[in-house]
Every structure is written in C-alpha cells, then in structure tokens.
C-alpha cells in the first residue's frame, strides 16, 4: 500500500542491498566477539570453523577481549523542564545526517525517555534513545551515557530501519521497539501489546512534533541598511 505522511525516504547513497550485506557482517561480527576461531579441516576436505578448540584445529583469527565495563554511578532523573530543548542541536544535526525527520527523532526521545538522559529501562536500555549496550557498539557509540553519542546512535539505527522497511514508518517505529527480527517474521507491526502501543504514542507525537514546526513563525531577515558592521 503507498504512504505519504507516513514514510521516511530512504537515504540514496546507502542503498538497500549494500546495508543488508553490513548489517549481516555486523552481526557476525558480534557474535563472535571476545572468542578465538578456530579452522579445521575435516577428512572429507571441508573447512570448518569454530570459537571453540578441536583436535586437529588451529588458530584461525584472535580477537583481542574487551575490558570490563565501569560501572556506572546512579544517577537521578532530570525532570527540569529545560530537557525538553537541551538537546536541540544534537537532535538537528543526527536528523540532518542520517535523512531522518526531526519531529520522528524527538517523538521517539517523548516516548522512551521523556527526555531524561539517564533515563534506564528494566531490560537495562539506557539515555535518551534507550539503546542497549551491544547494539549501541554497532551505532558506534562508544559513551552510551553520552547524551550526543546516543542520539546519534539512535537516529543512525532509525535509518537502517528506514532502509530496511522502504521507508514505512510505522514498520521502522515497531521494529525500534521490537527489533527489525519480529517485524519480519510477522510481516508487519508485531502483535505484541507493548510495541502496538508504542507505535501509536511515537505516530501521535510525530504528529505533534511536526504540526508544532510548520505553524512555528519563519525567522526574520534582517534587512540589510539594518545590518552592523563589528570592527
């Protein structure tokens, strides 16, 4: 079915097939992290390759392990009503550069965070766009805690799912929530009670965050017999 408010243009210069292919290596990656691999050669001449040591095996590739994770100082909310602007400039900028609607960014900061930077989840998702600690690595965020990082992190995964799901905007907001796995498997957004609902509270706040920028007033010019010259 065509959409027309509701669709994010996929992004020209990473096309769909190439950002599968990543997306594929990227999670093979993953899970072989923190794990030597081992090669063998099987009687019948077939390669085999393992992150566990067998008779006959040898060292294929070493990766190098990662350093425990410090942990982190509690935090409390920030409910000061000046978070809800704090992070317009970082919020602009990720839009800007991965092709992502301004208004769907901070919908999706409304509803995972209400825009508290420490905001932490029971499934341990953490900061403004609630992103996980792996997946997090794969955005390159290197400081989930970062307000910036993760929200550069959460709008660069908004357009692998964009990409993904040819720019559906409902699909690409369930699968945020569900992850892009179950949106697949149920062709469509999951039947699950959570994701359902968290597509509707994102779309009704895009909705609002979008109405809110077209009737906010354009910026004056200054006229230029008006303009001072700084020595």
């Known amino acids: 079915m065509p959409r ?14 190439l950002l599968l292919l990543g997306a594929v290596a ?28 067998a008779d006959g095996a040898e060292l294929y590739a070493r990766t190098a392990k990662k350093p425990k994770a410090k942990a982190t100082p509690f935090m409390p909310a920030d409910t000061s009503p000046e978070r809800f602007h704090r992070y317009d400039t970082y919020i602009r900028q990720a839009a800007s ?39 997090a690595e794969r955005m390159q ?11 550069f992190g959460g ?6 799912l964009a990409n993904l799901f040819n720019g559906d905007l409902e699909l690409t907001v369930a699968a945020y929530n569900a992850g892009e796995n179950a949106v697949i498997r149920f062709g469509g ?25 077209a009737s906010a007033p354009a910026p004056t010019a200054t006229p230029a017999s008006a303009a001072t010259t700084t020595p």
């Open 4 to 17: 027309t408010s509701s669709e994010v243009s996929p992004a020209p210069q990473h096309p769909r097939r």
């Open 26 to 53: 990227v999670s093979l990656l993953a899970g072989t992290a923190n794990a030597d691999i081992y090669k063998k050669v099987e009687a019948d001449g077939t390669l085999s390759f393992s992150n566990t040591k």
């Open 97 to 135: 550069l991965y092709q992502i609607p301004e208004a769907l960014v901070r919908a999706v900061i409304k509803v995972e965070s209400n825009y508290d930077p420490r905001a932490v989840s029971p499934a341990n998702a953490r900061g403004l766009m609630q992103l996980i600690l792996e997946p």
């Open 141 to 151: 965020v290197r400081d989930i805690h970062d307000p910036r990082q993760n929200i």
């Open 155 to 160: 709008v660069r995964y908004l357009r692998i």
């Open 189 to 213: 957004i999951p039947p699950y009670e959570e994701t359902q609902s968290y597509v509707v509270k994102v779309l009704g706040y895009y909705r609002h965050y979008r109405a809110a920028a």
